[in-house]
């Protein structure tokens, strides 16, 4: 028998991922891209098991892509595409918090307590994976 041990990190999806970047004024330096990573994850697997709180940082660390710097390597660019998600290094990147351009108070504090944004050098980049699906939410 085996044990289903799939999180739900809740990634945001490619069309979320444009919608923030919409939202984001400036954009990260050289070859560097900015991500999302969503504040709350599952603590229960699919399978039913309680994930307690010190054991997340055994989790992968998976963030969506939401701005890319200027690349010198256009292959990485092709690569590093908004939307995709990307897993990096426990220590990896800067935590930050862009200016918004939003005239709904209700929706700018719901994105900022709902998201962390980390600007992340691409040699700290271990895996790049394709777009969360729309109908996975």
């Known amino acids: 028998t085996t044990i289903d041990m799939n999180i739900d990190l809740k990634l945001v999806t490619k069309s979320q991922a444009n919608e923030l970047r919409g939202y984001i004024l400036g954009v990260p330096t050289d070859d560097r891209i900015l991500v999302v990573v969503p504040k ?35 292959e990485m660019a092709n690569l590093l595409d908004i939307g995709n998600v990307i897993t990096y290094g426990l220590y990896a990147g800067k935590e930050v918090e862009p200016m918004l351009n939003i005239s709904n108070p209700i929706r700018k504090r719901e994105i900022l307590e709902n998201y962390t944004f980390r600007v992340i050098s691409c040699n700290e980049i271990i895996f790049v994976e394709p777009p969360v699906e729309e109908n996975n939410l």
């Open 40 to 74: 709350k994850a599952d603590n229960v697997t699919s399978s039913g098991i309680i994930i307690p709180d010190t054991s997340k940082e055994d989790l992968p660390k998976k963030a969506t892509i939401v701005l890319q710097g200027r690349f010198e390597d256009s």
